[in-house]
């Protein structure tokens, strides 16, 4: 029994070498990385990937670029302008700037014409009111309407103020009648300070009142009368066919001499 067993491993075991002898040995094959193909692309087999890296040629095609435009991008012809667009908000004041560089000095100009001499050394005027006048302000402006003299037209009829343009030494007289039982309260005004006053109590009878003074002025001062108003009524009296309001003015004594 022994023995027909030994026959039989010996068998196999020369078996085992024919087999091993006559058949080819199988290499160990090593997993490499292969590139999937895409949707449009054909695969590729491993020799030849084998081959492409060995010749360092691709294996597949290289896609092709086909450039594209973009409409949307391309720039068009200028178009109209629209309508004006309402202003925004005022914004902040800006800091003040720097003052800027002094210009040069301009030409000098031509000679003016030469006053009148006449003009230079004399003022006068006498101007009356044929219309009556009641106070209806706190203050009021007395004008006149009637020119007696008016050299020069220094006196503005339109404002009722004597302007000076001649500096020096005036003399003012101011002549009114006053209405029965009303209050008689007027100013002599030099620009917006009241220097004179005329003023004459409520009676049962008009009467005559003046006023009269002397100032200096320069030029560019004015002269005018003014209706001061308190709780009794005030008023002052005058006639279409007799005229009872006078102003005068003349110049005494000129600055320039």
């Known amino acids: 029994m022994s023995a027909l067993l030994l026959m039989l491993l010996v068998s196999?075991?020369?078996?085992?070498?024919?087999?091993?002898?006559?058949?080819?040995?199988?290499?160990?094959?090593?997993?490499?990385?292969?590139?999937?193909?895409?949707?449009?692309?054909?695969?590729?087999?491993?020799?030849?990937?084998?081959?492409?890296?060995?010749?360092?040629?691709?294996?597949?095609?290289v896609p092709k670029v086909r450039p594209t435009i973009d409409i949307t991008i391309l720039k068009g012809e200028k178009g109209e302008m629209g309508d004006r667009g309402n202003p925004g908000a005022v914004g902040k004041e800006g800091a003040r700037g720097l003052r800027g560089y002094?210009?040069?000095?301009?030409?000098k100009g031509q000679s003016g014409p030469s006053g009148h001499s006449c003009k230079q050394l004399y003022a006068a005027f006498s101007v009356g009111r044929r219309k009556p006048l009641h106070s209806s302000d706190y203050f009021e402006h007395v004008t006149f309407d009637t020119e007696f003299v008016n050299l020069y037209k220094h006196f503005n009829m339109?404002?009722?103020k004597f302007f000076c343009y001649v500096p020096g030494i005036y003399y003012f007289n101011l002549n009114v009648h006053t209405w029965n039982f009303k209050e008689t309260?007027?100013?002599l005004m030099k620009n917006d300070n009241e220097v004179a006053i005329l003023y004459a109590q409520p009676s049962d009878r008009s009467i005559m009142q003046s006023q009269s003074?002397?100032?200096?002025?320069?030029?560019?001062?004015?002269?005018?009368?003014?209706?001061?108003?308190?709780?009794?009524?005030?008023?002052?009296?005058?006639e279409e066919s007799d005229?009872?309001?006078?102003?005068?003015?003349?110049l005494i004594k000129p600055a320039i001499e």
Not at 17 to 41: D, H, I
Not at 102 to 107: M, Y
Not at 221 to 228: P, Q, S
Not at 243 to 250: E, K, S
């Open 12 to 61: 196999i075991v020369n078996v085992g070498a024919l087999l091993e002898k006559g058949s080819p040995r199988r290499e160990v094959r090593r997993l490499s990385c292969v590139r999937c193909c895409g949707p449009s692309e054909q695969p590729v087999s491993a020799s030849s990937l084998r081959y492409a890296r060995m010749s360092n040629e691709p294996a597949y095609s």
């Open 102 to 107: 002094n210009g040069q000095k301009g030409q």
């Open 158 to 160: 339109f404002t009722g």
């Open 185 to 187: 309260y007027l100013h």
């Open 213 to 238: 003074l002397m100032l200096e002025l320069q030029e560019g001062d004015e002269v005018w009368v003014r209706m001061f108003k308190r709780e009794r009524e005030n008023a002052i009296y005058s």
């Open 243 to 250: 005229i009872y309001i006078i102003l005068n003015g003349h």
